[in-house]
């Protein structure tokens, strides 16, 4: 099934307009409507946007974006295992009340694990798992709910986005901007304005490597 036989499916199934899509997504309704009749075939940026937007599974993305063949998923795979951090960390305001503590795991395919970060897992590389609450940041594929998958120990660099702690306020999901001294936390929602530190201690947890919706 083609991309645009996948939407028109799931826009029906979900009674989502292209309207709804648009603001859920960050792509624009006339990219939509241009995808739907044929006339312009989407990038892989919009295509993961707007399954993200539609809840679509793992799955389902890694063969739109051409990422796997359907006999990828036709063997039982195995697992790895990410930790799941305590708490919500939220895509909008950050809040307090983040607790560095294990509640449980989220287990990963780990042939579709390797498609997004490769094989960085194996050797050591230490990931951990958020729930995102808020959507400001739909217009970068996290929506409300989807697991975040982050490392602590790749270095964030300007433009990527991260896991943010703010002093006395708390954590959030935000690109990340560095000019000079200050530290810019972008959404990707225009509903919401940049968050400007000056001089002002900004810790950076760690990477956002990939979110995952399984609802």
Known sequence: MGFREWLREKLKEKNISQFELARLSGVS????????????????????????????????????????????????????????????IPCGTPVNGFEEYIVGTVPLNESLLSLRIGQAHRAGLRLFAVRARGDSMVGKGIVHGDFVIFSPDIEVQSGDIGVVDIEDEGLCIKQVFFQGNTVILQSANPAYPPLVFVDRPVRIVGKVLLSLSFH
């Open 29 to 88: 309704q006339s990219a939509i409507s241009r995808w739907l009749r044929g006339l312009r075939d989407p990038d892989r940026d919009s295509i993961l946007k707007v399954a993200r937007a539609l809840g679509a599974s793992e799955k389902d993305i890694a063969l739109l974006l051409g990422l796997a063949e359907g006999t990828l998923f036709a063997v039982e795979e195995s697992e790895v295992s990410v930790p799941l951090l305590s708490g919500e």
